[in-house]
């Protein structure tokens, strides 16, 4: 990308396209077009294009997604599916009908089968049913990728999709239903030590295996592939190493300092076993993840803390 280069950032106020956009200032970039969701709904065919119209980015990343936990995606599942086809459709047709020089689609891991072979290897992708919880989801990022490559096919478009696993970091979501597994339990640890609860309660026997990469890893991990990748179908990004729930919720609640009681509550879906990406094709480009799981936690719990402290201030 040159440094003059018009670039989009879709989601930016998300975790996501956040980093996204702080990696992109900090290497040099600053004609960035950023717009709120309250600025420009992503889902009003006719808003897009004028924006595209209007603006003419020459970069676009798409990181702009309605995304949540187990819970809200197995409770909103028209919404998750509605809504993520209507953005992903509308910025990527309105990139090819502009002329964007390269558009990044991101997606998630949950694209993989439920039970497929570990890791997931790049080529897995519909080769078996998916986790029912969060089948929406999944089906609507397959589908933009299959739409990256099929403007890719017809038009000759630069389209690319990368597929990011768990994630955290700074700007994450810390809602007590809607929020992931790792910011879940911050919160959960955090108000426990606060409240001086005995025992704090996690869904789920503990036993399935998790992969976490720290957002700003993604984001040089995005902005490195947007200059040097140019190949259809997906590339998986992620740190190749995963660990228990248990494990992981032994971590924060160390890095928390809660010392209370850890319970599992069995009767809560584990949802899949394992989804360890396979990044072999990521390592062959030269790019490796550089914050560790640990270090990460701190910085998240940190950046939690300060949310805190400006919800206090301004009520």
Not at 123 to 133: A, P, R
Not at 198 to 203: H, K, P
Not at 282 to 295: A, M, P
């Amino acid at each position: 990308m040159e440094k003059e280069a018009k670039i989009y950032v879709a989601g930016h106020r998300g975790m996501v396209g956040s980093a996204i956009f702080r990696k992109l200032q900090q290497t040099g970039f600053d004609n960035i077009v950023t717009r709120s969701s309250s600025e420009l709904d992503l889902r009003d065919q006719q808003a897009v294009a004028t924006f595209f119209a209007e603006e003419k980015p020459d970069y676009v990343f798409l990181a702009a997604a309605k995304v949540g936990g187990i819970v809200a995606n197995n409770t909103y599942r028209a919404d998750f599916l509605y809504e993520n086809l209507m953005i992903q459709n509308n910025i990527i047709h309105n990139s090819y009908k502009q002329g964007v020089k390269k558009l990044m689609f991101l997606g998630s891991s949950c694209i993989y089968p439920k039970l497929a072979p570990q890791p997931l290897k790049e080529e897995y992708l519909l080769t078996g049913s998916l986790e029912y919880t969060n089948e929406p989801y999944a089906i609507a990022k397959i589908a933009g990728i299959k739409m990256c490559d099929a403007y890719r096919a017809q038009y000759g478009c630069n389209f690319v999709s990368v597929m990011p696993t768990n994630l955290y970091g700074y700007n994450d979501n810390y809602h007590p239903q809607n929020s992931h597994v790792l910011p879940a339990l911050i919160r959960k640890f955090h108000e426990a030590k606060v409240n001086g609860a005995e025992e704090v309660v996690v869904w789920g026997t503990g036993s399935p295996r998790r992969e976490f990469l720290f957002a700003d890893d993604l984001a040089d991990a995005c902005v490195t592939l947007m200059d040097i990748y140019d190949e259809p179908n997906l590339i998986n990004i992620g740190t190749g190493e995963d660990i228990t729930i248990k494990e992981l919720a032994e971590i924060i609640s160390e890095i928390i300092g809660y010392e209370g009681k850890l319970v599992f509550d069995a009767a809560k879906p584990d949802g899949t076993p394992r989804k360890l990406m396979d990044v072999s094709k990521l390592h062959s480009y030269g790019w490796k993840h550089s914050v560790g799981l640990k270090e990460g936690i701190k910085l998240a719990y940190s950046d939690f803390l300060s949310k805190l402290e400006e919800t206090a201030v301004a009520s």
